[in-house]
């Protein structure tokens, strides 16, 4: 037989696979679950490459190549810009719950409409993250018609509540699908021109058992010797055997050095190779060799994992000096790539320690907070000390992130090498051991967290000493790890707001100035707050005025919100405070930011707000729906948005659940030192006392709140609660008056009347509170004669999501008939409740 008429590569998708991979057009997800070999990768893409030449479709593949979330995270955005879809650029990977929530939000509306879409997910068992199959599920659920997920990985990654969950959204294929039966293995080597007789047919399907890879390594060793292989050898060493062994030694080296790329360029190659017929090699391999696959992007390649688990075998093999050396290669590519991680990995894997470190240092922590601590801190154990001495910039970025990671005793370690070093180093200049030693300063201040004369000092030192901006913090990132309060953050002790102020006017300027402006406004913003807690709302209002004029164009979005938290509040006091009542405008805006910390803060501002003037089903979802749990806050700001819920859930009447939480909440406040956040819960406990006839228990409470307030005046947490605590304050008042408590009474008789108003001129129909937030706003929306895509577009939800928002409203309200009639009820329905309220 002529070797010529040979064709291993080419790809045979039977009938009956064919038409099991029919549904994937009619599903919203596709969970594919073989074995490695069976042609998973394959078989998708023969169904996806004929989907793709229908000019309504478009393909998104993404490849999965490790278990690092971060690194998958860059696959899926490389993915989407290829495909065209720029709209995750700037997304952040997803940490926690509600930014699952947004990203899934955002993937439904940007491709919603007329064109499929099939996003491919390969190999997902190499990630081993279960909560992206959680989010896989979430999103399905959600995904509008024309948006078709489809997932491959070598185990199940579903349990059976999420089968049983997404029901009929799911088809799945399995082993049995993809393997070939005795019928489709004769057509198979039929074309790959092997004329097998019964019992070669016979024997051939009893040793593979209708497994692609073992077929075709079975027709390598055939085409070559004439028979087929022992197999009493494992599929390893068939794999070598016949597809690595015969080959020349460049071609031999080729696939050893290049197996441990995820994927590769020619480029790529020739630098990780030194070899420049590498173009050549591979080219030829390509058109050889069936485990080399050719990416749609015309210019990367990737390996097959048999192929890739054969070559790093063989890799392992060479001599220390050639597997370090090329290590050392593959960490040079990714850091002229700007792909940091994949660097940091080269550089261990080659113990090259000072490379890892100037890789460290160029990312400035950013990618670094995405390992886990605990495989820093194994880096830091094995790296030899002089070599992180002679990296002084790397050791402030790692005490940074040991900070974040409340690695104390490390960061202090680390901090003591880099004292060594600046005294000991003399290659140092001047300039330079000052502006270690003062960014230094800057980061040890962050122990001394919401002390901020402590920290001044420290601030103080570092501006001092330092003639650059720091490296360990970035201007765009948050100032207030996600609390809507500066004040709430700084204010340590009842009795010394005017020393805080003051240290935090003379402290912010300097820390600006290292910073390039990270938090600018703080000071300002901080004053404004605290004229507003003591009731000077005019001193407060050009306060606030003057904190947004500073930050209108210096990008400090976290500022900027904490300002429209203060407006929210002073807006019920003085009429002339400009606040967004209509919040669509500002959450565009920040959804087109993709930052989840700020949409955050943003939620707890109107949450803050609804509460206050008692209209709960205004409530954004995170609070009304009590979900602060999903969310992974920075713990700096957790006690704020857990005080924030507290007023929510007085809003909604729950006060048993106030005060139970409160007993938890309060010590969590005076560990963290936050004097007024505990003043407010001490308020919030004191009112559902009040409310459930508890007048002991929250006149107790309030003479200890008065104690802590009165020393500083701060009058706004009574006057806020004034509502539930008037006649428990009017009491103690009777028996002993104080100018302070009879203000809050004063002030709080005139608020109450003027949140009344508000809440009546805002109110809905009491049958209407059945509905969520979000459904209540959708049955507005469709009262107002909007249609589904117009309702979509408003609030960024796809058309599919807001037809199943719709089906949950009718249902909810007992409406029944066609689509036409039910709006028509819908709209009469709340036309006939709003004239009974007039």
């Given at each position: 037989?002529?070797?010529?008429?040979?064709?291993?590569?080419?790809?045979?998708?039977?009938?009956?696979?064919?038409?099991?991979?029919?549904?994937?057009?009619?599903?919203?997800?596709?969970?594919v679950t073989a074995p490695m070999g069976y042609g998973k990768t394959t078989a998708i893409n023969w169904y996806l490459d004929k989907q793709s030449k229908n000019g309504n479709s478009c393909v998104i593949r993404i490849s999965i190549y490790s278990d690092n979330l971060s690194v998958f995270w860059q696959s899926v955005q490389k993915a989407f810009a290829f495909a065209g879809l720029d709209f995750l650029d700037n997304y952040s990977c997803p940490s926690d719950a509600a930014s699952a929530g947004m990203l899934a939000d955002e993937l439904c509306y940007s491709l919603s409409g007329q064109t499929s879409y099939y996003i491919f997910i390969d190999d997902f068992h190499l990630l081993g993250e279960p909560h992206v199959a959680d989010f896989f599920c979430m999103l399905a659920n959600r995904l509008p018609e024309n948006i078709h997920l489809i997932v491959s990985g070598r185990n199940a990654f579903l349990s059976g509540k999420e089968i049983l969950r997404l029901g009929k959204k799911l088809y799945q294929i399995h082993t049995r699908d993809l393997c070939l039966n005795r019928r489709e293995l004769s057509v198979y080597t039929h074309r790959c021109g092997a004329s097998l007789n019964e019992d070669q047919l016979n024997t051939l399907l009893y040793s593979s058992e209708g497994w692609f890879s073992a077929v075709y390594l079975n027709l390598c060793t055939f085409f070559e010797s004439g028979h087929f292989p022992d197999h009493t050898s494992n599929i390893y060493d068939m794999f070598s055997s016949a597809?690595?062994?015969?080959?020349?030694?460049?071609?031999?080296?080729?696939?050893?050095?290049?197996?441990?790329?995820?994927?590769?360029?020619?480029?790529?190659?020739?630098?990780?190779?030194?070899?420049?017929?590498?173009?050549?090699?591979?080219?030829?391999?390509?058109?050889?060799?069936?485990?080399?696959?050719?990416?749609?992007?015309?210019?990367?390649?990737?390996?097959?994992?048999?192929?890739?688990?054969?070559?790093?075998?063989?890799?392992?093999?060479?001599?220390?000096?050639?597997?370090?050396?090329?290590?050392?290669?593959?960490?040079?590519?990714?850091?002229?790539?700007?792909?940091?991680?994949?660097?940091?990995?080269?550089?261990?894997?080659?113990?090259?320690?000072?490379?890892?470190?100037?890789?460290?240092?160029?990312?400035?922590?950013?990618?670094?907070?995405?390992?886990?601590?605990?495989?820093?801190?194994?880096?830091?154990?094995?790296?030899?000390?002089?070599?992180?001495?002679?990296?002084?910039?790397?050791?402030?970025?790692?005490?940074?992130?040991?900070?974040?990671?409340?690695?104390?005793?490390?960061?202090?370690?680390?901090?003591?090498?880099?004292?060594?070093?600046?005294?000991?180093?003399?290659?140092?200049?001047?300039?330079?051991?000052?502006?270690?030693?003062?960014?230094?300063?800057?980061?040890?201040?962050?122990?001394?967290?919401?002390?901020?004369?402590?920290?001044?000092?420290?601030?103080?030192?570092?501006?001092?000493?330092?003639?650059?901006?720091?490296?360990?913090?970035?201007?765009?990132?948050?100032?207030?790890?996600?609390?809507?309060?500066?004040?709430?953050?700084?204010?340590?002790?009842?009795?010394?707001?005017?020393?805080?102020?003051?240290?935090?006017?003379?402290?912010?300027?300097?820390?600006?100035?290292?910073?390039?402006?990270?938090?600018?406004?703080?000071?300002?913003?901080?004053?404004?707050?605290?004229?507003?807690?003591?009731?000077?709302?005019?001193?407060?209002?050009?306060?606030?005025?003057?904190?947004?004029?500073?930050?209108?164009?210096?990008?400090?979005?976290?500022?900027?919100?904490?300002?429209?938290?203060?407006?929210?509040?002073?807006?019920?006091?003085?009429?002339?405070?400009?606040?967004?009542?209509?919040?669509?405008?500002?959450?565009?805006?920040?959804?087109?930011?993709?930052?989840?910390?700020?949409?955050?803060?943003?939620?707890?501002?109107?949450?803050?707000?609804?509460?206050?003037?008692?209209?709960?089903?205004?409530?954004?979802?995170?609070?009304?729906?009590?979900?602060?749990?999903?969310?992974?806050?920075?713990?700096?700001?957790?006690?704020?948005?857990?005080?924030?819920?507290?007023?929510?859930?007085?809003?909604?009447?729950?006060?048993?659940?106030?005060?139970?939480?409160?007993?938890?909440?309060?010590?969590?406040?005076?560990?963290?030192?936050?004097?007024?956040?505990?003043?407010?819960?001490?308020?919030?406990?004191?009112?559902?006392?009040?409310?459930?006839?508890?007048?002991?228990?929250?006149?107790?409470?309030?003479?200890?709140?008065?104690?802590?307030?009165?020393?500083?005046?701060?009058?706004?947490?009574?006057?806020?609660?004034?509502?539930?605590?008037?006649?428990?304050?009017?009491?103690?008042?009777?028996?002993?008056?104080?100018?302070?408590?009879?203000?809050?009474?004063?002030?709080?008789?005139?608020?109450?009347?003027?949140?009344?108003?508000?809440?009546?001129?805002?109110?809905?129909?009491?049958?209407?509170?059945?509905?969520?937030?979000?459904?209540?706003?959708?049955?507005?929306?469709?009262?107002?004669?909007?249609?589904?895509?117009?309702?979509?577009?408003?609030?960024?939800?796809?058309?599919?999501?807001?037809?199943?928002?719709?089906?949950?409203?009718?249902?909810?309200?007992?409406?029944?008939?066609?689509?036409?009639?039910?709006?028509?009820?819908?709209?009469?329905?709340?036309?006939?409740?709003?004239?009974?309220?007039?």
């Open positions: 037989m002529s070797k010529k008429k040979y064709n291993l590569n080419t790809i045979y998708i039977s009938e009956r696979l064919q038409e099991n991979l029919k549904p994937i057009s009619q599903s919203a997800f596709t969970a597809m690595i062994a015969p080959l020349s030694d460049a071609q031999q080296e080729f696939l050893t050095v290049m197996g441990l790329a995820d994927e590769f360029t020619v480029e790529m190659a020739l630098f990780i190779t030194g070899n420049p017929e590498a173009g050549q090699i591979l080219s030829l391999m390509t058109r050889q060799n069936a485990f080399i696959t050719p990416l749609p992007d015309g210019v990367s390649f990737r390996f097959h994992h048999m192929m890739k688990e054969c070559t790093q075998r063989a890799f392992a093999m060479l001599s220390h000096e050639k597997q370090t050396d090329f290590r050392n290669r593959y960490g040079q590519w990714y850091e002229s790539q700007g792909q940091f991680l994949q660097a940091l990995a080269a550089y261990n894997k080659a113990l090259n320690y000072d490379a890892a470190l100037a890789v460290i240092q160029k990312d400035a922590g950013i990618l670094l907070a995405s390992l886990s601590p605990e495989k820093v801190l194994a880096f830091l154990d094995v790296c030899p000390t002089e070599i992180l001495k002679n990296r002084p910039l790397a050791l402030l970025v790692l005490m940074r992130r040991m900070f974040t990671w409340h690695q104390i005793p490390k960061m202090l370690e680390l901090k003591q090498l880099l004292t060594d070093t600046i005294a000991e180093d003399n290659t140092l200049s001047e300039d330079e051991r000052k502006n270690l030693s003062g960014e230094c300063d800057l980061i040890m201040s962050f122990l001394m967290y919401n002390d901020i004369t402590g920290m001044s000092v420290l601030h103080r030192q570092a501006s001092s000493k330092m003639t650059r901006p720091a490296i360990s913090i970035r201007k765009t990132g948050s100032w207030t790890f996600g609390s809507p309060s500066v004040l709430m953050m700084f204010h340590r002790r009842s009795g010394t707001l005017d020393a805080e102020l003051t240290a935090m006017n003379e402290c912010m300027p300097h820390y600006y100035r290292i910073t390039q402006g990270h938090g600018q406004g703080a000071e300002l913003l901080m004053n404004a707050e605290a004229a507003f807690m003591q009731g000077n709302f005019s001193d407060a209002q050009i306060l606030l005025e003057q904190t947004y004029s500073t930050i209108a164009s210096n990008g400090q979005h976290n500022i900027s919100l904490c300002c429209d938290f203060l407006a929210a509040r002073l807006s019920l006091f003085q009429e002339s405070v400009t606040f967004v009542k209509n919040p669509e405008v500002k959450r565009k805006e920040l959804l087109s930011l993709h930052n989840m910390m700020w949409l955050n803060i943003f939620d707890s501002t109107y949450a803050y707000y609804y509460a206050l003037i008692r209209m709960p089903e205004k409530i954004p979802a995170l609070f009304k729906d009590h979900m602060l749990s999903t969310v992974s806050f920075l713990s700096p700001c957790r006690p704020m948005m857990e005080m924030i819920e507290n007023q929510v859930f007085l809003s909604q009447k729950m006060y048993a659940k106030v005060i139970g939480r409160s007993e938890t909440l309060l010590p969590f406040c005076e560990k963290m030192h936050y004097e007024l956040v505990s003043l407010h819960v001490q308020i919030q406990t004191a009112s559902a006392y009040a409310m459930l006839g508890k007048h002991h228990d929250a006149r107790q409470l309030l003479q200890k709140a008065l104690g802590h307030a009165m020393p500083d005046g701060f009058l706004i947490p009574f006057v806020e609660n004034y509502t539930y605590i008037k006649d428990v304050l009017g009491s103690i008042n009777s028996i002993a008056s104080e100018p302070f408590t009879d203000r809050i009474l004063s002030l709080g008789s005139v608020y109450e009347q003027h949140c009344l108003r508000l809440s009546s001129r805002n109110s809905r129909p009491e049958i209407l509170n059945m509905l969520n937030s979000r459904e209540a706003e959708i049955a507005a929306l469709i009262t107002d004669r909007l249609s589904n895509r117009e309702i979509a577009e408003r609030l960024f939800l796809s058309e599919g999501t807001v037809k199943q928002y719709i089906n949950q409203i009718y249902s909810k309200l007992m409406i029944n008939g066609d689509t036409r009639t039910k709006r028509k009820q819908l709209a009469e329905l709340i036309s006939s409740i709003n004239k009974g309220l007039t």
